[in-house]
């Protein structure tokens, strides 16, 4: 392969991830200090009091004072690649190099936004829907709702959270919470406030309800037989309803994609190889500025 197509099939690669990252985009940047090696770190600053006392007239007040809490995180690196025979490359109709790197690109994007929501699973605070008063009672019958949403924003307005746009939180949310909230004649999909002269939405953006603007990724997490539906274990979903600041996510170093067409670790030149790597980090940074609903699901009822 000439310089050329491998510098193609990278730029196909990086533009077909981003479009389909749905957590990463919403983290805070982290940065990597010099020297520091894997090392990435954030700034978390606590919320500023109200300053309610008159100024005296020629006299500057008394600083109070940033309070700003250093925390960090460890580069961690994921990747995969995949093998492809001659045979299948040649009687193919299309190119099936060029497919895997589409695949692959995907495949980057889930796997990445997969660890984000794996990180962030235990972060925030805790809201349970329906009438459950533990997560090991929750079942299909407790499912997400309007009275989910609204209990959410109360939180974080209340923690002092901000809006992550300038007049809405965003929420994380599986398809099968995604299909139980949808029902609600208050929800307005994305499309009708695009087309109202919104352009800019997030990847993944499904609609908004009370304030929040949803975002459906099936890398949500599913615990598997943690809730209880009378003798029969349920699935419990979680969905993350956050402003800024509740996450950080380091910049992604060195995704890229490599395409070996023949492979160097074939003797007879009858495969190719692409693969895929990236390095990052992520961390929960307040958790008072992140609610994690759980909840049940019709679909699984």
């Known amino acids: ?103 692959l690109a995907y495949e980057a994007a889930l796997s990445i936004d997969t660890v984000i929501q794996a990180s962030i699973s235990a972060g925030g605070i805790q809201v349970l829907a329906g009438t459950a008063t533990h997560t090991s009672n929750l079942n299909a019958g407790d499912t997400f709702s309007v009275t989910s949403v609204r209990k959410a924003v109360n939180k974080l307005l209340n923690f002092g959270a901000r809006k992550h746009t300038a007049d809405r939180f965003v929420g994380t949310i599986h398809p099968d919470v995604m299909y139980d909230l949808q029902g609600d004649s208050n929800w307005v999909n994305a499309h009708i406030y695009t087309e109202k002269g919104i352009n800019a939405i997030y990847n993944g953006e499904v609609g908004e309800l009370y304030g929040v603007r949803f975002v459906s990724s099936n890398a949500n997490v599913v615990l598997t037989n943690s809730g209880s539906l009378g003798a029969v274990s349920s699935d419990v979903y979680l969905t993350h309803i956050f402003g800024k600041d509740f996450f950080g996510v380091s910049k992604l170093q060195n995704l890229q994609t490599w395409v070996d067409s023949p492979s160097k670790n074939v003797v007879m030149n009858h495969a190719s190889d692409v693969a895929w790597k990236a390095y990052f980090a992520v961390k929960v940074l307040n958790d008072s500025f992140g609610v994690r609903v759980e909840s049940g699901s019709s679909l699984t009822a």
């Open 1 to 103: 392969m000439t310089t050329v197509v491998n510098s193609w099939y990278e730029k196909k690669f990086l533009m077909e991830s981003r479009k389909n990252f749905v957590l990463e985009p919403l983290g805070l940047t982290g940065t990597i200090p010099k020297h520091a090696g894997k090392v990435v770190v954030w700034n978390r600053f606590s919320v500023p009091t109200a300053k309610a006392s008159a100024l005296t007239d020629a006299t500057d007040p008394t600083p109070t004072g940033l309070s700003a809490t250093l925390l960090s995180a460890t580069l961690a690196g994921y990747g995969n690649f995949e093998r492809i025979g001659e045979l299948l490359d040649m009687t193919a109709v299309d190119s099936i190099v060029e497919k895997a790197v589409d695949l």
